[in-house]
């Protein structure tokens, strides 16, 4: 699989403060790539030098296989982006806003320009807005609206920095979907978020900055395999000691982890031992637990965001 | 890209508001004029007003010289001085770097739109004392005087004021680089153009100081009115050319450490 | 603090040294060297009165600093002497040319005629017609850089007008020869006048007129623009405008002699000051004349009602001296004196002579009066 995204060493510093500290960052195309940290970890600063809004101080940023942001005329028409919140000009319509945008730089046509408008607004569930100037517009509407700019020309990836924010239940679910359908077809997302349920619920890859290094990242599905342990859930936690002698890992309440990677094994032991078993499931470890674990207990000690 | 800024900037509410305050005053000026029939003593009030009593058809040109030295160039200001830090201040101008417009592009169809601006107001306040000046003060159809005293037929003085449009709104471009280059340098549109102000407040100031008179031939301001010499018969065109190169040499300038800054700078806002 | 990416430095050097050449360029072309002709000073002295008849036109400045406390009845000729005045000159010959003074907001232009002078003034729209006179204040033209040369080197005596050449110079972006006059006059006040002539066409193209013991210029007066082409009649020549206020000058020799004749009886001498007294048609025998060239010396009766708020206004100057013969003030080389005898009219003594010598002149002059 090729990469979509790649950095090599990134590093940015401000002054003494290593804001991003060395990222060697490897989306590849198909993934939805979850890039997970807390806020002021250096999330915005690297999504800002991968679209070359900030300029690298150190390291390479290579995007659809280009370098930036030396090849951004080149490279930049074929990605959308929502950067920190959407911005639009609040005396214009949300149509006028994408238009303009749209005409501001190479690859969208003028021809199809106003097809493209009416589809993605549809697409974000934006299709019925009327003339009224986007400063009337909700937080919500504002979210929808900018995802519309940078679905406009049918990106091969998005960079998508909280796109949730500001949506109700609803939307996020409409959001979600939306996402997921477009990398159904082919669109390589890139979301940067602090929601782990988000992320967990989205992503096939995971990537976690923590300080400014990017202490984790890998496929969704390994970091949450199963441990080789299984979850246990029964009213006489106490006699499941006495029937798995020294299997036990861990008892928490009627909870018990048991070592064994087959549930139905350890199910039949028990029931055979007259041991209740109300649920029983193969351990997991939680997004939050691996990150977490990754990130140290300093997650959320965080220098001053500059 | 220069069509996007000229859609975003005459789209505006505020920028047609801004034009509409500029043509207030020389309207003012007119009705007043018109009431008391108080032309200004010679030497004193701006160029041209005096006549206007006598021909309405140089009003357009009075209207001009009151707005030139202070209401034309605060609305210069503003408008470079928004051109960039505004974009920032409303985040828009993260979503246009990766739309992508390039930022050498965006800086010249910035100052581009500014330039339009300055015409389509210079040419307003221009239309608007026509108006008012055909309609309030007596018109004389054969055309007008000189300053130097001879006779201009309509299509001369017709020709010179057109010129004299185009000499004017050149010499707000300094004021619009300043305000373009300070634009860059910060995220505020306000602190821009209050320092593309201070920039013309210093050199209002030291062209009226002895003391200045070596940089004075430097001063942005130094040959604004030198719009009145293209009154004069013949056309006195040192101060002109003068102008029009120093105005030429202070955007090249400045346009190049707007370009040195804003191509090497972080956008973070 | 914002982080500068790569490439920052290279790009402001690039601006850097744009602005260098830019700044640097102004000073670089003035630097340029002027060619020195080997021209003889006697020769370009002869040229220079020869060149009268040279047609040209120009754009040209004066800047004074002889501020004297004149009263407001002069401003016109303070302003003349104290300030920068722009002038374009299209000149055909002495009785045929045009003298415009340039300001911000309008202009005054003289259009020379051989029946006389159209004056024309802009922001008051009046057309004045006047005859040539053979006495008058100070106007812009007399400041020409080619008319003030060669009234000063035409009327300066041999031994006045330095041997040598004084260098080159570069004026109006030709090069100019350098020519020295030093008054001989005990009672000169200007330390030296220095004329910059074209050595093709003989005109003086800067005229510096230094205070004694003075190293900057009491007046300076230069062409900015020249061109040698005699400049076509119709733009010299002038109809008044159909919508101009029409007026005719008060005739110059008859409002003299009209002063003369209020004037008291008095005869001036025939000297002041170690200078010989001028004769002019039409003047009255009150007002004289002394001296030639740039030593010159006026004298002229004050009516009484002038007399006071002319004492008020030399003495509000800090440099005024005030004695027993009366008030005199200095500004750089011209000096001005209020004689007001016990017993005879007041006088007015002005010219570009010492403080001596016009204290000197008071004393003849209350003698005669008294």
Request: charged residues 20%; aromatic residues 4%.
């Amino acid at each position: 699989m090729s990469a979509v995204i790649r950095t090599t060493g990134l590093v940015k510093r401000y002054g003494r403060l290593r804001a991003v500290d060395g990222i060697d960052l490897d989306v590849r195309a198909g993934d939805v790539y979850g890039f997970l940290g807390a806020n002021g970890s250096g999330k915005t600063t690297t999504v800002r030098m991968l679209l070359g809004l900030v300029l690298p101080t150190a390291g390479e940023v290579e995007l659809l296989g280009e370098r930036m942001p030396r090849a951004g005329r080149r490279v930049l028409p074929r990605v959308g982006a929502l950067v920190e919140g959407p911005a639009h000009h609040g005396h214009l319509s949300g149509r006028a806003n994408l238009s303009l945008i749209d005409a501001a730089g190479p690859g969208g046509s003028g021809r199809t320009r106003r097809a493209r408008i009416e589809e993605v607004l549809d697409q974000v569930g934006l299709g019925g807005i009327d003339r009224r100037p986007v400063r009337a517009y909700s937080l919500g509407m504002r979210q929808r609206l900018g995802l519309a700019a940078a679905l406009l020309r049918r990106p091969e990836l998005l960079v998508l920095d909280e796109p949730t924010n500001g949506l109700d239940p609803q939307g996020i679910t409409e959001i979600r979907e939306l996402l997921l359908e477009l990398n159904r077809r082919g669109t390589t997302v890139f979301l940067s978020s602090h929601l782990l349920a988000e992320v967990e619920q989205l992503c096939t890859r995971v990537g976690v900055l923590d300080r400014g290094r990017l202490v984790l990242q890998d496929e969704l599905v390994r970091l949450t395999a199963p441990t080789g342990a299984t979850v246990v859930s029964t009213p006489e936690a106490g006699r499941v000691r006495a029937v798995l002698d020294g299997r036990v890992l861990g008892v928490d309440g009627d909870r018990v982890v048991v070592r064994g990677a087959d549930p139905a094994e350890v199910n039949a032991r028990l029931v055979a031992a007259g041991v209740p078993v109300s649920a029983l499931a193969l351990q997991r470890p939680t997004l939050e637990e691996v990150v977490l674990a990754a990130a140290g207990t300093s997650a959320d000690r965080v220098e001053a965001p500059r | 890209m220069i069509g996007v800024e000229l859609r975003k900037l005459f789209r505006r509410p505020r920028t047609w508001a801004t034009i509409a305050v500029l043509n207030a005053l020389p309207v003012l000026v007119a009705v007043l004029l018109q009431l008391t029939d108080l032309a200004p003593r010679p030497g004193e009030g701006p160029p041209f007003l005096s006549a206007v009593l006598t021909n309405g058809a140089l009003f357009p040109l009075a209207a001009l010289a009151i707005v030139l030295p202070l209401f034309l160039p605060i609305a210069v200001a503003v408008v470079a001085g928004d051109a960039v830090a505004g974009e920032a201040q409303a985040g828009t101008l993260r979503y246009l770097l990766v739309r992508p417009a390039g930022r050498t592009r965006l800086l010249v169809a910035k100052l581009l739109a500014v330039v339009a601006f300055v015409l389509v107001t210079v040419l307003v306040v221009a239309a608007v004392g026509y108006v008012v000046g055909a309609t309030l003060f007596e018109a004389q159809p054969t055309g007008g005087t000189s300053v130097s005293g001879t006779s201009l037929s309509q299509e001369e003085l017709a020709g010179r004021s057109l010129l004299a449009i185009g000499y004017v709104t050149v010499s707000m471009l300094g004021v619009a680089a300043f305000g373009l280059f300070f634009s860059t340098l910060t995220d505020s549109p306000l602190a821009a153009a209050l320092g593309a102000l201070a920039v013309l407040v210093t050199s209002s100031l030291l062209f009226t100081l002895d003391a200045a008179s070596p940089i004075a031939p430097y001063l942005p301001t130094r040959y604004w009115l030198a719009f009145v010499d293209l009154f004069r018969d013949p056309v006195l065109w040192r101060d002109v050319v003068r102008g029009l190169a120093l105005q030429g040499v202070y955007v090249g300038v400045l346009l190049a450490a707007a370009w040195a800054n804003f191509t090497t700078k972080d956008v973070t806002s | 603090m914002a982080a500068r990416g790569h490439g920052a430095p290279a790009r402001w050097a690039a601006v850097g040294l744009l602005v260098a050449v830019l700044v640097a360029l102004p000073s670089l072309v003035a630097a340029l060297p002027a060619d020195d002709a080997d021209v003889p000073a006697a020769e370009l002295r002869a040229a220079v009165l020869a060149s009268a008849d040279v047609g040209f036109s120009g754009y040209a400045v004066s800047a004074g600093g002889l501020a004297l406390p004149v009263s407001e009845r002069l401003t016109d000729v303070a302003d003349l002497f104290s300030d920068r005045t722009l002038v374009r000159v299209w000149w055909r010959g002495p009785a045929e040319h045009r003298v415009d003074v340039v300001t911000a907001a309008g202009e005054t232009g003289v259009h020379r005629d051989p029946g006389g002078t159209w004056t024309w003034d802009f922001e008051s729209r009046t057309a004045t017609r006047g005859t040539a006179a053979s006495l008058a204040l100070p106007t812009p033209p007399d400041l020409l850089p080619a008319a003030l040369g060669r009234r000063l080197l035409s009327e300066a005596a041999d031994g006045e007008v330095t041997r040598t050449r004084t260098g080159a110079r570069r004026v109006a972006g030709r090069d100019a020869l350098g020519l020295r006059l030093v008054p001989a006059e005990p009672a000169a006040s200007v330390g030296r006048v220095d004329v910059w002539v074209d050595p093709a066409s003989g005109l003086p193209l800067q005229v510096e007129v230094f205070a004694e013991g003075a190293d900057r210029p009491a007046l300076d007066t230069r062409f900015l623009d020249l061109d040698l082409a005699v400049p076509p009649a119709e733009v010299v020549a002038f109809a008044p405008p159909p919508d101009a206020t029409l007026l005719t000058a008060p005739d110059t020799d008859e409002l003299i002699a009209d002063a003369g004749e209020r004037a008291p009886d008095v005869e001036l001498p025939g000297g002041l000051a170690g200078l010989p007294r001028r004769t002019f048609g039409g003047v009255p025998d009150a007002v004289g004349v002394y001296g030639r060239g740039v030593t010159l010396l006026a004298a002229a009766p004050v009516p009484g009602r002038l007399a006071g708020g002319l004492r008020e206004a030399l003495t509000a100057s800090p440099d005024a001296v005030t004695d027993e013969l009366g008030t005199r003030v200095a500004a750089g080389p011209l000096g001005l004196m209020l004689v007001e005898p016990a017993d005879g009219p007041a006088y007015v003594l002005t010219g570009t002579v010492t403080l001596d010598a016009l204290a000197d002149a008071a004393r003849r002059l209350s003698g005669v009066v008294a």
